[in-house]
């Protein structure tokens, strides 16, 4: 039989939609056959080594920073190894009654309650999200032991070896090393950390921060091979780049003058600094301010309530009070005021002004110290004694000039030194007439700031014996005195000496530097430098109870400033040796009444550290004569 016309249509329709689906399975056919073909030959080697790398975790190791360490190389500050118990958050879990009991768990620990480790986890997600989190430091070996033994129960949780700064002198040269902590989420915004990640450890004051580039090290990395939880297989490490550890830096800082300063200071009680500095270089021997604080705490970063303690504390022991102060200096002031004078042809050297014990101004009396009378007396003399009626009477005729203003500037009162640990700002204030006169156009206009009078002859007056409105700090007072030790040169303060490879190989120097030059009459200098030196260690001295029979000649200058709402503030400057001075030291102790019962005997016990060889020697010789004059005495006795 033949089939019907009717039915051809029908089955030419159903062959072509068989060839249709054909084709549509062979092009698919063709596109997973050619998928197939790319994954494992074109793109076979890429995909292999992402799935090794599914087997392996990359551990980046943190580089110790280099050491800090006195001018003699004995150790400031170095570092120690300490284990953290460090938390990966995004393997806590998913339920919040789980995660809180593990949480909890780990917070017992290590003495933490459920409420601080959260605080700690949003601290430290706050400036790193997503990075590990360090919940303690230093744990014990219990700890470690723990984690081990029970890790299962704590998915994500790791103990790895960290570096620590360690002080092993604690508190000593604190203001000076300062502290350190974890990067902020702002500071690797800056070029600086560019390199840095999150939970990196940088400088945050003091020389750990001015230096932190040279002693910062490159971190390693260390790569392991992971089972399928995540954990390191026994024997799995592959690669390891150990870490480059910082540079160490050297500071110009004596650690025998240091150690003097900080003692004498302690012996008081009182808030006071300290500076010793080279008078031709500005290379600091000593520097430190009281009260202090360790730096261990701070750069931990973990004790919270004892940290902010030490920032409220109304004494400020994190206050450098050598460049973050705001003093008035007394009677240390008067070598400037007796320079306008001397330099501007107010005075000489021998002009005698006649000193009654007081003066008066608008009815007002300004008298001397215990109310000395000294009669007639020239600058020499003036000095010895502090004759605060000679200087009352200079600044008194030099009122409506602005002689001593200018020369405050000249010698850097007021002024930023250029000291890389930084100062305040502003840097202080020489009270003038155009700043008072501006105040009190804010008071007649009745706006706020301003003063009810404007400047008269008894700000300079005051001004001329450091007292009024004056506010510097010893810093400044260290630069003015260094222009007069050395004959005029505005040294730059520094404290860093050299940077050091990790072997001790010298990379770097730092060298010395004049920022400006002042014009000193020589003769001038002289005879002020004859008036300190009679300050310090000849009979009728304000100083000489303290210095006489030093054996070290040196030129000095005590200072009582009155502060309002606090008792006098005692102050010593000294620059030695005397004729000649190499270095000036700058002692100021708060509420410590006249210059010459406190001051003068903290820098007593500096001068004593900073010369301990020569006067050792000078000891010997003196020793050695003795024997010697004993032995011939007898001979001579014979002899007659």
């Known amino acids: 039989m033949f089939p019907r016309l009717q039915d051809q249509p029908r089955r030419s329709r159903l062959g072509l939609r068989i060839a249709v689906l054909g084709g549509v399975a062979v092009a698919l056919f063709a596109v997973l056959f050619f998928r197939l073909w790319n994954l494992q030959v074109l793109d076979g080697s890429k995909y292999l080594a992402e799935a090794q790398n599914n087997r392996t975790r990359e551990y980046r190791v943190i580089a110790p920073r280099g050491n800090i360490l006195f001018r003699n190389d004995e150790v400031l500050v170095d570092n120690r190894t300490s284990k953290a118990l460090m938390l990966d958050t995004s393997k806590l879990p998913s339920d919040p009654a789980e995660e809180a009991a593990e949480l909890k768990k780990l917070g017992e620990l290590v003495h933490m309650d459920l409420k601080r480790v959260r605080e700690v986890i949003a601290e430290e997600e706050e400036i790193a999200a997503g990075a590990p989190v360090t919940l303690r430091r230093d744990i014990g070996e219990y700890v470690v032991f723990y984690i081990e033994e029970h890790r299962r129960q704590f998915p994500g949780v790791s103990v790895q070896p960290v570096f620590v700064r360690s002080y092993p002198d604690g508190t000593r040269a604190a203001h000076v090393v300062g502290y350190v902590g974890e990067v902020s989420e702002e500071e690797l915004e800056e070029p600086r950390f560019k390199d840095l990640e999150p939970g990196d450890i940088v400088g945050q004051t003091g020389v750990e921060a001015a230096y932190d580039s040279q002693l910062q090290g490159k971190p390693g990395v260390t790569r392991v091979q992971v089972n399928a939880m995540g954990e390191p297989t026994p024997g799995g490490q592959l690669v390891s780049t150990p870490p480059e550890p910082g540079h160490n830096l050297v500071l110009t800082i004596n650690p025998k003058a240091q150690e003097a300063g900080e003692r004498a200071l302690s012996e008081f009680g009182l808030p006071g600094a300290f500076i010793s500095m080279n008078v031709h270089t500005g290379e600091i021997l000593a520097m430190g301010s009281a009260p202090t604080f360790e730096p261990a705490l701070l750069s931990d970063g973990k004790q919270q309530k004892k940290i902010e303690e030490l920032f409220t504390d109304p004494e400020g022991p994190v206050t450098d009070r050598v460049t973050e102060s705001a003093y008035p200096t007394g009677s240390t002031y008067k070598i400037i005021t007796a320079l306008a004078a001397l330099e501007n042809g107010v005075v000489t050297p021998d002009t005698v002004i006649q000193d009654n014990g007081c003066i008066k101004l608008a009815g007002e009396p300004f008298c001397n110290a215990e109310g000395a009378i000294n009669g007639p007396i020239s600058l020499?003399?003036?000095?010895?004694?502090?004759?605060?009626?000679?200087?009352?009477?200079?600044?008194?005729?030099?009122?409506?000039?602005?002689?001593?203003?200018?020369?405050?500037?000249?010698?850097?009162?007021?002024?930023?030194?250029?000291?890389?640990?930084?100062?305040?700002?502003?840097?202080?204030?020489?009270?003038?007439?155009?700043?008072?006169?501006?105040?009190?156009?804010?008071?007649?206009?009745?706006?706020?700031?301003?003063?009810?009078?404007?400047?008269?002859?008894?700000?300079?007056?005051?001004?001329?014996?450091?007292?009024?409105?004056?506010?510097?700090?010893?810093?400044?007072?260290?630069?003015?005195?260094?222009?007069?030790?050395?004959?005029?040169?505005?040294?730059?303060?520094?404290?860093?000496?050299?940077?050091?490879?990790?072997?001790?190989?010298v990379l770097e120097e730092f060298h010395p530097e004049v920022r400006r030059q002042v014009k000193i009459d020589p003769t001038w200098r002289k005879d002020i430098l004859e008036g300190l030196h009679e300050a310090a260690q000849v009979p009728g001295g304000t100083a000489a109870p303290v210095f006489e029979g030093f054996p070290i000649e040196i030129a000095g200058k005590t200072g009582t400033a009155e502060r309002p709402e606090h008792?006098?503030?005692?102050?010593?400057?000294?620059?030695?040796?005397?004729?000649?001075?190499?270095?000036?030291?700058?002692?100021?102790?708060?509420?410590?009444?006249?210059?010459?019962?406190?001051?003068?005997?903290?820098?007593?016990?500096?001068?004593?550290?900073?010369?301990?060889?020569?006067?050792?020697?000078?000891?010997?010789?003196?020793?050695?004569?003795?024997?010697?004059?004993?032995?011939?005495?007898?001979?001579?006795?014979?002899?007659?």
């Open 380 to 505: 020499v003399h003036a000095l010895q004694v502090s004759s605060d009626v000679y200087f009352y009477k200079l600044g008194l005729a030099m009122w409506d000039k602005p002689y001593l203003q200018e020369w405050s500037r000249k010698l850097g009162i007021s002024r930023f030194s250029g000291f890389i640990l930084g100062e305040r700002e502003p840097p202080g204030l020489v009270p003038s007439k155009q700043w008072r006169d501006h105040l009190y156009q804010l008071y007649t206009e009745g706006k706020e700031g301003g003063t009810e009078r404007p400047w008269s002859a008894g700000d300079n007056v005051q001004l001329a014996t450091g007292q009024g409105d004056l506010q510097t700090d010893p810093m400044q007072m260290a630069v003015a005195y260094a222009a007069l030790g050395n004959g005029g040169k505005i040294v730059k303060p520094y404290v860093g000496k050299e940077i050091q490879d990790p072997a001790g190989r």
């Open 567 to 640: 008792l006098d503030q005692s102050w010593f400057i000294a620059l030695s040796p005397y004729p000649e001075p190499d270095i000036v030291t700058v002692v100021t102790i708060e509420e410590g009444g006249f210059g010459a019962h406190a001051a003068a005997p903290a820098a007593h016990e500096i001068l004593e550290a900073l010369y301990s060889k020569k006067i050792e020697e000078s000891s010997e010789k003196a020793s050695e004569g003795s024997t010697e004059e004993a032995i011939e005495q007898p001979i001579e006795e014979t002899a007659g």
